[in-house]
């Protein structure tokens, strides 16, 4: 594979809810209503202040994801970033490309930490990820997430400084 990072623009919408809608569907790893229609979960998933960036293969989308603001005012300075990985691309490597990219992101907008506000305790693909890159678990929330199959399951908060 010879990813290329680049910006979101409209003329990928399409490609971009087939990636993200089916992942919420499954309603085992991001806390958003799953029965969204692909308008909404590309809404969602590129509205507000997010800046979406989308992973390419020789022209074919296989993964994206976002940075935008963790919180406002005092809180400006730490970012939060989802992604998401088509299948075909899964178990090659492509999400820590977009981590990676991410962590260059968001030092070049000026933000001075990463944090994860809701890391679903059996996503542990993206646990170890994010922990081999150097963020910590900071906090533990309780059977914070219903989860389709395994039942109520704690949701991780997880930090890096830039």
């Known amino acids: 594979m010879t990813i290329n990072m680049r910006d979101y623009h409209t003329n990928d919408a399409a490609s971009v809810a087939a990636l993200i809608s089916p992942v919420f569907r499954a309603g ?7 029965d969204m229609t692909d308008a909404q979960a590309l809404a969602y998933w590129t509205g507000g202040e997010k800046r979406v960036f989308v992973a390419e293969d020789d022209g074919q989308l296989l993964g994206t994801y976002y940075v935008v603001r963790n919180f406002k005012g005092g809180g400006s300075h730490v970012c939060n970033c989802g992604y998401i990985t088509g299948d075909q691309a899964r178990g090659k490597g492509l999400a820590r490309l977009m981590l990676a990219h991410s962590l260059e992101t968001a030092k070049s907008l000026g933000f001075r930490a990463m944090q994860y506000n809701s890391v679903i305790a059996t996503n542990t693909r993206a646990i170890d990820i994010w922990t081999r890159a150097g963020f910590d678990v900071i ?3 309780p059977e914070a997430f219903l989860h389709p199959v395994q039942g109520y399951v704690d949701a991780l908060v997880m930090y890096r400084k830039l």
Do not use: C, F, N, P
């Open 28 to 34: 085992d790893t991001y806390a958003v209503d799953a």
């Open 139 to 141: 906090g533990r929330l």
